[in-house]
């Protein structure tokens, strides 16, 4: 396989993990007796992940822009009209806060994700990333090309980690284990992790708020 198609494996990473339930992995059955999943070790160190996409969340802000505080009062300075134009009515009850996305959540859209890209959607693959799927470094005509050598994909998907604060943000990390079959017949195991953001700020749009992907470290299991 070349890099370029390694690049896009995301969705083989989802195969990965059919195959690794048939493998007799002393790791695994030894996991499996504490009623705990254990994934099969890759190749490679973290962070030289396969997918070519990036495997750290980016530092750009996930809300809404800021207003430009000159462009604020020169909006206040153009005002015009008679003194006691009428005011706009009085707003009304606040609707009720939306609920907050989960831990859950954020592995359900890992979920649709590979969803996605098993049956040939990868718009909706790409719109799970984050920015619309800037987040992905790659334009959707470069996304779905990666997966172009791909004739399906299963994944498992594993227990998140705990939700960490940053800036604006929260991240969670959702571990993988997935297989992914190509056209020539042969299959690849990948494990790795997914780490999801959404943003928290005053203003951010139902969108920003929910889960979405911000980078993916997937690597490689030799047999």
Known sequence: MSLHRLSLL???AAAFLAACRDDADPARSAAAGSGEPSLPAPAGAPGQGVTGMPDRPGPGPVGPPQPDPA?????????????DAAQPPAAGPPAP???EPTPEDAVQVVRDYYAAIDRGDYARAYALWSDGGRASDRTLEQFAQGFADTVSVEVEVMAP????????QRHIEVPVAL???HRD???????GAYTLRRAVVDGATPEQRAWRIGSADLREVRP
């Open 161 to 168: 980690g705990p939700v960490d604060a940053g800036a604006g």
């Open 185 to 191: 017949g042969g299959r690849h195991r990948f494990v």
């Open 179 to 181: 297989t992914a079959t």
């Open 97 to 99: 806060a939306a609920a």
């Open 10 to 12: 995301p969705l083989l």
């Open 71 to 83: 462009l604020a009062l020169d909006a206040l300075g153009d005002r015009s009209g008679p003194a």
